[in-house]
């Protein structure tokens, strides 16, 4: 959601297309954000093939602004996210299911084109992009708590609420838990009262929408987020004052707001059917419980998994094929496979890493632990001449960091996008 400063030449990006640019990739986040189709089809689907269908059209357009571009300028995260998705091409056609390699490949294609050309915008066009960005995280909080508090609407998910327009309480869950730093800055430095008061209110509803999602994954990278942005932000702006800002940045006005959403979603009744008399307070304490549940169901899939990675160590089983490979190595009694369903596992492992290591193999994961850390580099660089910008860029960095260990996160489409 943030990003270091552009290495490409703005020069070759007039001014007035930066505008056209954020404007078009902002708007672009909150039509993924919203967009369903009311129909009998599986309710995932039926919000990731549109979401994905406007990921990919936005990202073809997007690519115009790439290809302008002079790549003889390109710099290591460049040229590592380009081999990363030169060996996404290659892993399809080695793939069993080329189908449904194809699908997931695409969707890392994408992402990575919409990421070059967000890092072409620079100065107020890359405020409005954010701006447009946690519009996209409020309306989908937004779209949770109407489906949490009784409100029909087709497009609305059928099952696991409150998905909102994700589909899924834990799609929801992740989307709100990487916007929220940006939430809370907005609200602790907007200059404008308007600004103060919108994303305060957006800190309301996303803290209220994290509260019953019962996400634990969303929840523990909350805490991580959160608490790595307080630190950032003290350790980068405590030596002196944010340019043109007060010198103690407004924490009360966002933690007002944060504790507002939570106190509200606890107190106000709601239409969900939990079944236990205190969900919340259940799921909190098993938050970090791997000796039973979810918690033992994600060790025992993350073991089984693994034995696929001998089959194919350097490219792996292909793109979206753990799907297709996990029946081969799974067992009786394991919670992950319901042999007795049509489809007997979920379309992902729960978390990306494992999912990367399977189907893109080892080489792809180092590219991208490469392009992590010369991130992390990129930021530190700028703490001085940029410190909110990289104390943000940090603290998002390391929630969808913490999302994705134990969840599938950045191979869906709302996450890959912002």
């Given at each position: 959601?943030?990003t270091p400063p552009p290495s490409l030449p703005l020069g070759s990006v007039p001014r007035t297309r930066h505008v056209i640019l954020a404007g078009f990739l902002g708007l672009a986040v909150i039509v993924v954000t919203l967009i369903g189709i009311d129909s009998s089809?599986?309710?995932?689907?039926?919000?990731?093939?549109?979401?994905?269908?406007?990921?990919?059209?936005?990202?073809?357009?997007?690519?115009?602004?790439?290809?302008?571009?002079?790549?003889?300028?390109?710099?290591?995260?460049?040229?590592?996210?380009?081999?990363?998705?030169?060996?996404?091409?290659?892993?399809?056609?080695?793939?069993?299911?080329?189908?449904?390699?194809?699908?997931?490949?695409?969707?890392?294609?994408?992402?990575?084109?919409?990421?070059?050309?967000?890092?072409?915008?620079?100065?107020?066009?890359?405020?409005?992009?954010?701006?447009?960005?946690?519009?996209?995280?409020?309306?989908?909080?937004?779209?949770?708590?109407?489906?949490?508090?009784?409100?029909?609407?087709?497009?609305?998910?059928?099952?696991?609420?409150?998905?909102?327009?994700?589909?899924?309480?834990?799609?929801?869950?992740?989307?709100?838990?990487?916007?929220?730093?940006?939430?809370?800055?907005?609200?602790?430095?907007?200059?404008?009262?308007?600004?103060?008061?919108?994303?305060?209110?957006?800190?309301?509803?996303?803290?209220?929408?994290?509260?019953?999602?019962?996400?634990?994954?969303?929840?523990?990278?909350?805490?991580?987020?959160?608490?790595?942005?307080?630190?950032?932000?003290?350790?980068?702006?405590?030596?002196?004052?944010?340019?043109?800002?007060?010198?103690?940045?407004?924490?009360?006005?966002?933690?007002?707001?944060?504790?507002?959403?939570?106190?509200?979603?606890?107190?106000?009744?709601?239409?969900?059917?939990?079944?236990?008399?205190?969900?919340?307070?259940?799921?909190?304490?098993?938050?970090?419980?791997?000796?039973?549940?979810?918690?033992?169901?994600?060790?025992?899939?993350?073991?089984?998994?693994?034995?696929?990675?001998?089959?194919?160590?350097?490219?792996?089983?292909?793109?979206?094929?753990?799907?297709?490979?996990?029946?081969?190595?799974?067992?009786?009694?394991?919670?992950?496979?319901?042999?007795?369903?049509?489809?007997?596992?979920?379309?992902?492992?729960?978390?990306?890493?494992?999912?990367?290591?399977?189907?893109?193999?080892?080489?792809?994961?180092?590219?991208?632990?490469?392009?992590?850390?010369?991130?992390?580099?990129?930021?530190?660089?700028?703490?001085?001449?940029?410190?909110?910008?990289?104390?943000?860029?940090?603290?998002?960095?390391?929630?969808?960091?913490?999302?994705?260990?134990?969840?599938?996160?950045?191979?869906?489409?709302?996450?890959?996008?912002?």
């Open positions: 959601m943030t089809f599986f309710d995932l689907d039926r919000h990731a093939i549109p979401k994905e269908t406007v990921v990919h059209l936005t990202a073809l357009l997007a690519a115009w602004f790439v290809l302008r571009t002079d790549r003889s300028t390109w710099d290591r995260v460049d040229r590592l996210l380009a081999t990363i998705m030169v060996l996404t091409v290659i892993g399809v056609l080695g793939s069993t299911n080329r189908w449904i390699a194809l699908r997931a490949a695409s969707l890392s294609v994408s992402g990575i084109t919409l990421f070059w050309a967000a890092r072409l915008i620079s100065g107020g066009a890359r405020r409005l992009l954010l701006a447009l960005i946690a519009s996209a995280v409020a309306v989908g909080g937004l779209s949770a708590l109407a489906q949490a508090y009784g409100i029909e609407w087709g497009v609305l998910a059928d099952s696991r609420a409150p998905g909102g327009t994700f589909g899924n309480r834990n799609f929801m869950a992740h989307v709100m838990a990487l916007g929220l730093p940006l939430l809370l800055v907005g609200s602790a430095v907007a200059r404008h009262r308007l600004a103060r008061i919108g994303a305060a209110l957006a800190v309301v509803v996303v803290a209220a929408a994290l509260l019953l999602s019962r996400s634990r994954a969303a929840w523990l990278a909350v805490g991580a987020g959160t608490g790595s942005l307080l630190v950032f932000t003290w350790w980068w702006l405590s030596p002196r004052p944010l340019e043109g800002s007060p010198a103690i940045l407004r924490w009360q006005p966002p933690m007002v707001a944060l504790t507002i959403g939570i106190i509200g979603a606890l107190l106000v009744p709601n239409s969900l059917s939990w079944r236990s008399d205190s969900p919340y307070l259940d799921s909190l304490r098993s938050i970090v419980s791997y000796e039973e549940g979810s918690g033992r169901g994600r060790l025992i899939q993350y073991r089984t998994s693994l034995r696929l990675l001998p089959t194919a160590p350097v490219l792996g089983v292909g793109p979206g094929n753990w799907f297709v490979h996990y029946p081969q190595v799974t067992f009786p009694g394991d919670p992950s496979f319901a042999a007795a369903d049509p489809i007997p596992t979920n379309p992902w492992p729960s978390s990306d890493w494992i999912a990367l290591l399977v189907e893109r193999g080892t080489l792809t994961v180092l590219l991208l632990l490469g392009v992590l850390g010369l991130y992390a580099h990129a930021l530190f660089q700028h703490r001085r001449r940029h410190p909110l910008r990289s104390a943000v860029g940090g603290a998002v960095a390391i929630s969808a960091l913490t999302v994705s260990l134990f969840d599938a996160f950045l191979l869906t489409p709302v996450p890959a996008i912002m």
